[in-house]
């Protein structure tokens, strides 16, 4: 019997675009292990275009993204005679016929930008094309930071208090939205609402600093958070998996930082850059209290469902050392390497994790499918417009 083939998405245009090279590789890997799939890799490039090639299975070719782009070839999403989802590869010659291939899942292993926002999952629910991971409104949220945070104030979830504002309000009332900011107390942390991998967050000891801070975060969005810093702070990250109510969680762990916060070095360039998220410095699983930890793991599960997830993700929180209050930071939609080195901890091995990731994919696509989503009677048939007004040719 043919394999059916799985879709693995990654790369996009988003600062995090090395890591989902990484987090996808690291999952191909796997999944060639279980020799379930036919795997076929879809590209973006930074710039965002679509390619595929068995290039693309190779680590090594992406040391000189230029070369590898001009060995790939250019695909797209599309419907063939009878309906059916495809991806279609540019025709090669004049005559040759386009290579068309039907797909079974699209396993995303995007991180930032579209392709975690909602945006790609978007594409694949107009090709009705099941998909891993959250949705596009779980998507969406968990990429906004604000209105994750909002979501979960309502909940009575604890987060920290914060101020945020989009470029035009700032443009014409720095110093009204400084003066609102001040009132939190400093020392204050600057992010982008819609960023990872702290890229463009900085910490901010007193007034003069702001505005820098704030015009660098606005280089890489138009929507800032400002909140403010818990200190001396404990980071304790937890990840889910399931769905609606089925939902099961990791065990905890605590990452560890070089500096002040836990910057883009500390996750990806400490060691081996090769490993991704499973190669930053981590305490697994974490070296706080039993009761703790199952604190954490319930409430993750409780976030994770009202923030309308799926699949796996992985939350992060916030703890005051000294108190051990805790706070709700930033749920990530499609974690660095799928959180995979806190399942191994947990019991369930890479491979075993990303095959429940599919078939949670597939499963969540049928019950989709099972849905009225249109209705037989033509309300454009002959006999039925007559009832419109305002149509020419009616009354
Ligand atoms: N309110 C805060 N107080 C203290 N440190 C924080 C706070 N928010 C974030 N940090 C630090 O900054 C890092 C990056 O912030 P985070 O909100 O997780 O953004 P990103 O989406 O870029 O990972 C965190 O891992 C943590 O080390
Ligand atoms: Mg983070």
Known sequence: MEKKTLLVAFGGASPEHEVSVITAHQA??????????????????????????????????????????????????????????????????????????????????????????????????MYNLPYTCCGVLGSAVGMDKVTAKSICRSNKIPVTEDVNFVEEDWVGNREKIIGRVNELGYPLIVKPVNLGSSIGVKIVKNRDEMSEAVETAFRYDRHILVEKVISPLMEINCSVLGSGKDLRTSVCERPLGKEELLSFQDKYLSDDAAKGMASADRVIPADIPEEFSAEIREISKKIFRILSCSGVARLDFLINAKTHEFYFNEINTIPGSFSFYLWKESG???????????????????????????????????????????LKGTK
């Open 28 to 125: 191909i890997a796997a999944l060639e292990e279980t020799g379930q799939f036919q795997i076929k890799p879809l590209y973006i490039t930074k710039s965002g275009r679509w390619l595929t090639g068995s290039e693309l299975l190779n680590l090594k070719n992406f040391e000189d993204l230029k070369k590898l782009e001009s060995e790939l070839t250019p695909c797209h999403f599309a419907q063939n005679e009878f309906g059916l989802s495809v991806l279609r590869e540019e025709k090669a010659g004049f005559f040759s016929k386009a290579a068309e291939t039907s797909v079974y899942a699209v396993l995303l292993g995007f991180h930032g930008s579209k392709g975690e926002n909602g945006a790609f999952q978007g594409v694949c629910e």
């Open 348 to 390: 369930l091995e890479f491979d075993d994790l990303l095959l429940e990731l599919i078939e949670l994919a597939v499963q969540e696509h049928q019950k989709k499918s099972r849905r009225i989503q249109s209705y037989e009677t033509n309300l454009l048939s002959k006999k039925a417009v007559k009832g419109i007004k305002g």
